[in-house]
């Protein structure tokens, strides 16, 4: 069963905007072009493990991917569900279940974990979500997955001015001893239960579930500590100009740990 905590967060219904702050967006973007040049092409068929309300899934079915995809909190599926009703080309489908334990038997062309990394805080549950994924990957087939940087972090607090907050600063040392984040008083601004990555151990993680890593990718690189960064992602033309920018250095290793967000992309062997 998914977290109380991180179930009571998501309840909150704050996932289904959050990527349309200017300030957040250039998460989205860069993660719609990492996938735009490592997607097979549609109509390849997707598995979204943890796709949320499917800011992910609902732009790549328009695009024509057959997308399913799949969630442990209710009411993201049923907010994919009204938005997949509403354009030209639907999801394929959009079902309630745990990364742990998928509710599908076939398998796809690729297969997303796009968050639910973020929130297994044990190995063994990390592990299952990736033997889950491979069960659901063709041979052949590619893995793109995210995880949150264990180094982002504490530049974040300062940027945002959280050191100050009750729990913050204590929270941060053993948060970059051990990966693992509990909110320390409940505080929305403070995210809910987490476990924040090394890129190395991304990497590993997909290597120990049987897949071939081809690329680990900085998202955003340092982008988001801009102190303007709204305002640039607002403006079309310096927009344009951060996320050149990042692609440009998006796999220099000594940039990949100041990104808040890493991905992995990883394929299976083509034979058994």
Not at 92 to 115: K, S, T
């Amino acid at each position: 069963m998914i977290d109380p905590e991180v179930l009571d967060f998501y309840n909150l219904g704050l996932e289904q905007e959050r990527l349309q702050d200017p300030r957040r967006s250039v998460e989205l973007r860069r993660t719609l072009d990492i996938l735009a040049r490592h997607l097979p092409q549609p109509p390849a068929t997707v598995l979204d493990i943890g796709g949320g309300p499917g800011a992910y899934a609902l732009p790549l079915t328009q695009e024509g991917y057959r997308v399913t995809l799949i969630d442990p909190v209710p009411l993201h599926i049923e907010q994919a569900n009204r938005a997949s009703a509403r354009q030209d080309r639907a999801l394929h489908r959009a079902l309630q279940g745990d990364a742990r334990c998928l509710p599908v038997e076939e398998q796809h062309d690729a297969v997303l974990l796009l968050g639910p990394l973020y929130h297994l805080t044990s190995e063994e549950d990390r592990a299952r979500a990736w033997q889950e994924a491979h069960r659901c990957l063709r041979p052949g087939g590619v893995v793109i997955a995210v995880a949150v940087s264990r180094f982002y972090a504490g530049w974040q607090a300062l940027a945002a001015n959280y050191m100050p907050l009750p729990g913050v600063a204590e929270g941060l040392a053993n948060q970059m001893a051990t990966g693992e984040y509990r909110n320390p008083s409940g505080d929305e601004r403070l995210w809910t239960t987490a476990y924040f990555h090394t890129p190395d151990e991304l990497a590993a993680e997909a290597r120990a579930a049987g897949l071939t890593v081809r690329s680990l990718i900085a998202v955003e690189g340092p982008a988001k500590l801009l102190g303007d960064i709204a305002d640039r992602m607002a403006d079309p033309e310096r927009r344009q100009h951060v996320l050149d920018v990042q692609r440009q250095i998006e796999e220099e290793r000594s940039i990949l740990g100041m990104s808040q967000h890493i991905v992995v992309v990883a394929q299976r062997a083509e034979t058994p």
